[in-house]
C-alpha cells in the first residue's frame, strides 16, 4: 500500500504541471533619456548630462501594459529621489516622466518601469556629472 501511494505520488508530481512563476507582462521599448521633448517626440538622446540641465525626461514606449497605471521610479545611487504614476490606456503608448534636476544631485541615476504587481518591466541609467 505504502509503495503504490509513492507511486501514485511521483505519477502525480511528474505529470501535472508546476505553478508558473508569475512572469512579468508587458514590456518597454526605444527607452531614452532627454533634455526636452517636442510634440511628444524627444529633441536628443542622452546617457549624460551637465549639472547646468535644469530637467531630465525619460521617454518610452510602453507595451502590452493596457489598463494599468506603471510607475516610473527615478533612483540617484539607489535612493528613490522620484516616482511618477502613468495610466496605459493603449497596447504600444509612448509615454513619459521628467525630474527638475538639482546641481548636486550627481551620480548615476536609474529609471526603472514598475507594473501595477510590482514587477521591474524596464531600467535605464544616465549620469548626472559636475562640470
Known amino acids: 500500500m ?4 509513492l507511486a501514485i505520488a511521483f505519477a502525480l508530481a511528474v505529470l501535472l504541471p508546476l505553478p508558473a512563476a508569475h512572469a512579468a507582462d508587458g514590456s518597454v521599448a526605444n527607452a531614452t533619456f532627454t533634455s526636452g521633448l517636442t510634440d511628444g517626440t524627444p529633441i536628443d538622446f542622452r ?3 551637465f549639472n547646468d540641465t535644469p530637467v531630465v525626461y525619460y521617454y518610452s514606449e510602453l507595451l502590452d501594459l493596457t489598463g ?3 510607475r516610473h521610479r527615478w533612483s540617484l545611487e539607489g535612493k528613490l529621489m522620484h516616482e511618477v504614476p502613468v495610466k496605459v490606456s493603449r497596447a504600444r503608448q509612448p509615454a513619459w516622466s521628467r525630474t527638475a534636476m538639482q546641481p548636486d544631485w550627481t551620480g548615476n541615476w536609474t529609471v526603472e518601469v514598475v507594473d501595477e504587481r510590482g514587477n521591474v518591466v524596464g531600467r535605464s541609467n544616465f549620469a548626472y556629472n559636475p562640470m
Open 68 to 70: 494599468q497605471t506603471v
Open 47 to 49: 546617457q549624460e548630462f
Open 2 to 5: 505504502h509503495r503504490m501511494l
